[in-house]
């Protein structure tokens, strides 16, 4: 079971999400508040972080960068996952260390296809 940091400050968004990994036999930890997300990743050392971009200071670029500049989550996978669908978007996201992008909103498939590939977990391609 890995644990999984969502940060997003749609409580819809995250409370979906929990359910989708709960499904899946993971342990989310939801934020909602973009501030306390660095406190969440200290105290809870994810194993993959889910980041919504679109969030009042810090942004998720911001938090992408944050976590990127901290030791204990230099090679912690971070996909985002964002209403936001262009290409400025998909780099500044990429230049600021996520690992990947997801489209709000997903399939529930496409989420934990990600999830699967960047724990490096087996499992079906759909």
Do not use: W, Y
Not at 20 to 48: C, Q, R, Y
Not at 61 to 83: D, V
């Amino acid at each position: 079971m890995a644990k999984i940091l969502v940060v997003d400050d749609d409580k819809g968004a995250t409370d979906l999400i929990e359910v989708i990994l709960l499904s899946s036999g993971h342990e989310p930890i939801t934020v909602n508040d973009s501030s306390k997300a660095m406190d969440a990743a200290d105290l809870n050392k994810p194993d993959l972080i889910l980041l919504d971009l679109m969030m009042p200071e810090p942004t998720g670029f911001q938090l992408c960068r944050m976590l990127r500049a901290n030791a204990n989550f230099k090679t912690t996978p971070i996909i985002i996952i964002t209403a936001l669908d262009n290409t400025d978007s998909r780099v500044v996201a990429i230049g600021a260390g996520a690992n990947g992008f997801l489209r709000k909103p997903f399939h529930v498939s496409d989420l934990t296809e990600k999830v699967r590939d960047f724990l490096g977990q087996p499992g079906t391609r759909t």
